[in-house]
């Protein structure tokens, strides 16, 4: 069921006056490892700039199809959703999220409307005029003491939060061991380790219990038990081929 995953079709990454085209091409060649394909560039750098090329690393099919506009509102205008980044707080981009519960909120979205993120500036960021033409805001958590964020870098956070929420969770399905397999196997491994002079034959039960302590700290697959059973046969095996040497 498409419900809970993200359509990353539905996703722009918008640079807004982007200075540097090594920027641009290092935008592209992230979005492209996170499964995003449509670049718009805001009155900024060109896509198609030698620089951004060198960057892009085998990205280049998105700086070639990237749309250019003047203007942000131009960008958006056929956008239901668009989203500014911003590193710092203030009262009119509240609430700011983190990459992770925005793409929660984008996932219901993503199937029927187009969705922008737009990237400010290197220097200056998104102006306040472009941040009123947004509707979410978010902020990639950092050290206070430096909280600027490369452009590409902050790009790449977001579509990779963006990508995981598209991939489909595998079914994988685990035959746990059930308890008497457990319990016989525990049982084997007493008598092996105490034949081999580990456990004292008198008092076994207090290095036992912080042994099933270990194996019990998560549910044990039948293959785990089968494993351990294994190693303990195997013992007993070289035991018996030793009292017969001697």
Same mark, same amino acid.
């Given at each position: 069921s498409?419900k809970?995953?993200?359509n990353?079709?539905?996703?722009?990454i918008?640079?807004?006056k982007?200075?540097?085209?090594?920027n641009?091409?290092?935008?592209? =060649?992230?979005m492209?490892n996170m499964g995003?394909?449509?670049l718009i560039v805001?009155?900024g750098?060109?896509?198609l700039h030698?620089n951004?090329?060198?960057?892009?690393?085998?990205?280049?099919?998105?700086l070639? #199809?990237?749309?250019?506009? *003047?203007?942000? #509102?131009?960008?958006?205008?056929?956008? $239901?959703?668009?989203?500014?980044t911003t590193?710092r707080?203030?009262?009119?981009?509240?609430?700011?999220?983190?990459?992770?519960?925005l793409?929660?909120k984008?996932i219901?979205?993503?199937?029927?409307?187009?969705?922008? &993120?737009?990237? $400010?500036?290197?220097?200056?960021?998104?102006?306040? @005029?472009?941040?009123?033409l947004?509707?979410?805001?978010v902020?990639i958590?950092s050290? @206070?003491? *430096?909280?600027?964020?490369?452009l590409?870098?902050?790009v790449m956070?977001?579509?990779?939060?963006l990508f995981?929420?598209?991939?489909?969770?595998p079914?994988?399905t685990i035959?746990?061991a059930q308890? @008497?397999q =457990?319990e016989?196997?525990f049982?084997h491994m007493?008598?092996?380790?105490i034949?081999?002079g *580990?456990?004292?034959?008198?008092h076994p039960?207090?290095?036992?219990?912080?042994?099933? #302590?270990l194996?019990? #700290?998560s549910?044990m697959e039948e293959?785990?038990?089968?494993? &351990?059973q294994g190693?303990w046969?195997?013992m007993?095996h070289?035991?018996r081929i030793g009292?017969?040497?001697e």
């Amino acid at each position: 069921s498409m419900k809970g995953k993200m359509n990353l079709d539905s996703v722009s990454i918008i640079l807004v006056k982007p200075k540097f085209p090594e920027n641009i091409g290092s935008v592209a =060649r992230a979005m492209k490892n996170m499964g995003l394909s449509r670049l718009i560039v805001v009155n900024g750098s060109s896509p198609l700039h030698p620089n951004a090329y060198k960057l892009a690393s085998g990205a280049e099919d998105i700086l070639e #199809r990237a749309e250019e506009f *003047f203007t942000l #509102r131009e960008a958006v205008s056929e956008m $239901g959703c668009v989203i500014g980044t911003t590193s710092r707080g203030g009262k009119e981009r509240q609430p700011l999220l983190t990459p992770k519960t925005l793409v929660k909120k984008l996932i219901p979205l993503s199937m029927k409307n187009n969705i922008g &993120l737009a990237f $400010g500036s290197e220097k200056e960021g998104l102006t306040n @005029e472009e941040l009123s033409l947004c509707h979410l805001y978010v902020r990639i958590p950092s050290m @206070e003491s *430096f909280p600027s964020i490369n452009l590409a870098q902050a790009v790449m956070v977001v579509c990779y939060e963006l990508f995981q929420a598209s991939i489909e969770i595998p079914k994988q399905t685990i035959q746990l061991a059930q308890a @008497e397999q =457990r319990e016989r196997m525990f049982e084997h491994m007493e008598k092996t380790l105490i034949q081999i002079g *580990f456990l004292d034959s008198k008092h076994p039960k207090k290095i036992m219990r912080v042994l099933r #302590r270990l194996f019990g #700290r998560s549910p044990m697959e039948e293959r785990e038990v089968q494993i &351990l059973q294994g190693i303990w046969t195997q013992m007993d095996h070289h035991l018996r081929i030793g009292k017969k040497a001697e």
